[in-house]
């Protein structure tokens, strides 16, 4: 136990060393002018914008809950939509602060209130985030072809970071390595369930598979996209409205919100919660949209700020709750 707390804890340090460090690189690489711009964009927030916004990731948030519920009704396993939407939001909280910590506090969570194994639950997050992932691909592709000419340079330097190396070569070796490692580690796996198939380990990894399986048998596949669709709409809703936040943004075209949202999420796979990435992401993008350093830096800080009260408040809220709600529920039953 005390060996797997200093990972955790060492892993921390790591993650918010390296997010400080970020945060200070590009702070020394601004200008003065981007610096003050900055500081000025700051005094003027429209605050009371947190409402709408608020409201609008409530609704990302429950829209979530719903889809995470269609991939249960395979697993035959049916929960109310408070106790889904409530460890939706407690997982938010804890991916705010330590990575992949909200996953397992949601499952936790649902399978002690709802008494359901918590071992599917876990298949039917890790089903939910690979199709997160492909619909994160969708929606970037989507912002390059309605702003082909705006997007294109940035999406192009960061095809070129990723994929090149410092000499300007494919890096064709790095990538055949990781796919060779990937489908060595798959293969290993499946080597291993075999023998271990009928031990209590074995039963575990049969729940996750049975929950990877619950997108292919989701019963209303158009229901599962519509929310998904929602979920994304609710996102860029929250971006558009934090350009009416500031009144140095507040012309920003709307399909602006969809760029921000596409490379945004990046930031949020980067760092917890996306805490110094984001804002420095986001301050890049709106280059793109004729606005200096320190602009974009404001509005990414703001709208990081604006996310992560959201999270806090709405999963506290949730914390405090869940036992009421499900007090009075057991003993109405």
Known sequence: MAKKNFKTILQLIICFGTVAALIVWR??????QDKDAMFNAFKHVRWIYLIPIFVVAFFSHYFRALRWKQLLEPLS?????????????????GNAFVPRLGEVAKCTILAKYEKVPADKLVGTIIAERAFDMVSLIVVVFLTL????????????????????DATGHFIWLRILMAIALMVAGIVALVLLYRKIKDSKVGHIIKGIAEGLRAIAQVRNKWKFIVYSILIWTCYVGTAVIGFYAMPEME??????????????????????GGVGAFPVIIAQVLLLYGYNE????????????????????LGLIALLFLPIYNRNRNAQI
């Open 145 to 164: 072809a309605l702003q082909y000419e705006i997007i294109s340079p940035f999406a192009s330097m960061v095809y070129h970071k990723m994929f090149f």
């Open 294 to 313: 320190g602009i974009g830096s404001a509005y990414g800080w703001v709208s990081w700020a604006a996310q992560t009260l959201v999270v806090v408040v």
């Open 27 to 32: 702070y020394n690489a601004m200008t003065i």
């Open 251 to 272: 012309h920003t075209p709307v399909l602006a919100g969809l760029a921000i949202i596409s490379f945004g999420s990046i930031a949020m796979i980067v760092t917890p």
């Open 77 to 93: 396993i049916y929960p109310s939509t408070v106790n889904t939407v409530l460890s939706v939001l407690i997982g938010y909280l």
